[in-house]
């Protein structure tokens, strides 16, 4: 198997005090000899209902 470096850095942003509503969003980079360098990028909005007791 060839060598292989990831690396995966996450943000989140609660969007209200609460933190009921946010924003995510997560960088990718690999690398390997096989395949060279990728990048990605995603995101995610969420939404949680309920008290703490239930997160």
Sequence with gaps: ??????LS??????????RTLY???QYNYDHS???GDEH???????FNWGGPEVR
């Design 33 to 35: 000899s096989d395949f």
């Design 40 to 46: 990605s990028l995603w995101g995610q909005v969420g």
């Design 23 to 25: 924003f995510r969003t």
């Design 1 to 6: 198997m060839d060598e292989r470096f990831r």
């Design 9 to 18: 850095p996450s943000v989140t942003w609660y969007l209200n005090k609460n």
